[in-house]
């Protein structure tokens, strides 16, 4: 697990001069994590943890070098509109005319954490240049209303 915090802080420095990059980065390698942290136990969970970090940050940084300002809004707003508004299994979808990137969030599972929060369960998909990265998230809703990705 260090190794790759190391690998992917080194790969950060080199991508300081793209903002979008980085963050395409760091979404795509906490994503990876997620999945990661679902595949076996123990040691084996780290193992995949790990996997799933480099991987996820290796893809989500191409993503991210494609996305611009617009696109991110664009995602971000249709994100917190399906967790709030759709029913389980409904899509929405966003689609930058200028840029031609688009994406699409559906909400797959409504459930309460622990502590009592409204959480969802999503699928997300984000296409660039004809290429579609399909990720599964987990968000939460804050107590000012908004929707914020949980680990």
């Known amino acids: 697990m260090a190794t790759a915090a190391a690998v992917l802080l080194a790969g950060c420095q080199n991508m300081q001069d793209n903002p979008k990059q980085t963050m ?6 906490g994503t990876g994590a997620l999945i990661g942290s679902q595949i076996g136990s123990g040691r084996g969970q780290m193992v995949g943890i790990a996997v799933g970090t480099l991987a996820g940050a290796m893809l ?12 991110k809004a664009m995602s971000q707003r249709t994100a917190q509109a399906s967790l709030e508004n759709n029913r389980t ?7 930058n005319p200028d840029s031609g990137n688009s994406g ?14 409204d959480c969802r369960e999503f699928e997300q998909t984000i296409t660039v240049d004809g ?7 987990r968000a939460c809703r804050q107590p000012n209303g908004t929707w914020q990705v949980v680990p």
């Open 89 to 95: 299994g409904q899509t929405s979808s966003w689609r």
């Open 60 to 71: 989500g940084s191409e993503i991210g070098k494609s996305l611009d300002n617009a696109d």
């Open 24 to 29: 395409g980065t760091i979404l795509g390698a």
């Open 131 to 137: 290429l579609t990265e399909r990720a599964m998230g």
């Open 104 to 117: 699409t969030y559906t909400p797959t599972k409504y459930y309460q954490s622990a502590s009592g929060q």
